[in-house]
């Protein structure tokens, strides 16, 4: 720009030295001319710095928002790989558990008290089935012997009763029942 101020300049000292009043109003016109021209480009110049400025200051402030989405992507990520390894973690935790459910459940109904009523039936079922195979080889060796009571029968005193376990019957020492 001052190449083209500087070429204006010795423009117009060519046409001041060519002579009359007429050249000098001719120069002085086109002079004015040039100097609007000039003011019409230093507002346009001025305009595009004030765009460069602003244009300066919305690339600042996209950089900045990049960079905290940059930022906040990253946190992300981290988030993300924290939750994948606390999944993993809960899948493993969720199989180990299942592959020991079926152990704790086992070891849990033979603490049941279902599991030991059902061993203590069955126990008593087959010592009943033993007194009457028992009692069957005795009505087969001695025919004509009579039984006179069923062991098995409920009475209502027994229920009464308070039951003694794991303890055997003698015919020695039968405790008396005198209620």
């Known amino acids: ?5 500087k070429q204006l300049q010795e423009e117009l000292d060519a046409l001041k030295s060519d002579g009359g009043p007429e050249a000098i109003a001719k120069v002085e016109g086109r002079a004015s001319e040039l100097q609007e021209e000039l003011e019409k480009t230093r507002r346009e110049r001025d305009e595009e710095l004030r765009r460069h400025e602003a244009s300066e200051k919305e690339l600042h402030e996209v950089r900045s928002n990049l960079a905290e989405a940059h930022r906040l992507l990253k946190e992300a990520r981290v988030r993300a790989r924290k ?10 935790a969720l199989e180990s558990t299942r592959a020991e459910l079926p152990k704790q459940t086992v070891v849990q109904y033979k603490e049941s008290l279902d599991l030991k009523e059902g061993l203590k039936r069955m126990g008593r079922v087959t010592y009943e089935y033993g007194y009457r195979v028992a009692l069957a080889r005795f009505h087969a060796r001695h025919p004509y012997v009579e039984v006179e009571e069923n062991p098995f029968t409920v009475h209502p005193k027994d229920d009464l009763m308070p039951m003694v376990g794991n303890r055997h019957l003698t015919t020695r020492s039968r405790p008396s029942l005198d209620l």
């Not at 939750?83 to 493993?92: C, F, I, R």
């Open 1 to 5: 720009m001052d190449y083209w101020i």
């Open 83 to 92: 939750m994948d390894d606390e999944l993993l973690q809960a899948v493993k």
